[in-house]
């Protein structure tokens, strides 16, 4: 079974500072998906950054990274230059492939605040 | 184009009622997804949906329900509701059963009093 554990319930920055929102995980599965998400309080969970567990190098888009440490089963979220906007809950996610499935399991997530 | 659609926003129900909960997905989506969201147990997968056809169920009582219709629209069903039920229910769609191209929603909230 998958298992994701995010340990800081939560977290600030001030802005333009760069955040680590760590994230580890568990699975017996080969081959699965790490994700994370934010979800602002509009309730909406809005998609970020993906990394395979075959990806060679850490996924990046934009300001948002995935340091990905595959021996040490952790997926931490760096944000570069935060913004007021990023102010929001966010979500570690796991898919697990093998036995098709399609669904998440989620983290129990972060609530990150920029403080101006 | 338009993104996922979730009807009503916002519910009240009284314990024991039943209630019915619909999601439009994005044009051309086949596969539909929910998700329950409670402060205690977090996000939970409910059920996925493609082609009409349930493909996954999560671990919930057979109060939860869904159905999936030949335009992928989704409506999930619980009954007989209990005061644990509330949550916000998020659903997400895609093309394909494929959860990297999620889009979710922006939920139902649901109060159960």
């Known amino acids: 079974a998958q298992k994701i554990t995010q340990t800081q319930p939560g977290m600030f920055v001030q802005e333009k500072e760069a955040v680590t929102l760590d994230c580890t995980y568990d699975?017996?599965?080969?081959?699965?998906?790490l994700f994370w998400y934010k979800q602002p309080s509009s309730g909406e969970m809005i998609f970020l950054i993906y990394?395979?567990?075959?990806?060679?190098q850490n996924a990046t888009e934009g300001r948002y990274s995935l340091n990905f440490q595959k021996a040490r089963k952790s997926a931490n979220l760096v944000i570069s230059a935060s913004q007021l906007g990023d102010s929001a809950m966010y979500f570690c996610?796991?898919?697990?492939?093998?036995?098709?499935?399609?669904?998440?399991?989620f983290g129990t997530g972060t609530r990150l605040t920029v403080i101006p | 184009k338009a993104g996922v659609t979730q009807t009503p926003r916002y519910l009240i129900k009284t314990r024991g009622q039943q209630v019915t909960l619909s999601c439009s997905p994005i044009?051309?989506?086949?596969?539909v997804s929910w998700y329950q969201q409670t402060p205690g147990q977090g996000l939970q997968f409910l059920f996925e949906?493609?082609?009409?056809?349930?493909?996954n169920k999560g671990n919930f009582p057979g109060r939860f329900s869904g159905r999936q219709f030949s335009n992928s629209r989704s409506e999930m069903n619980v009954s007989t509701l209990e005061l644990g039920d509330s949550a916000l229910y998020l659903c997400?769609?895609?093309?394909?059963?494929?959860?990297?191209?999620?889009?979710f929603g922006s939920g139902t909230r649901l109060t159960v009093v």
């Open positions: 997400a769609s895609s093309l394909y059963r494929d959860s990297r191209f999620y889009t």
């Open positions: 699975t017996s599965d080969q081959s699965y998906g």
């Open positions: 990394q395979g567990s075959y990806d060679e």
């Open positions: 996610a796991m898919r697990g492939t093998q036995t098709g499935a399609n669904n998440l399991f």
């Open positions: 044009s051309g989506h086949r596969s």
């Open positions: 949906y493609f082609s009409e056809t349930q493909r």
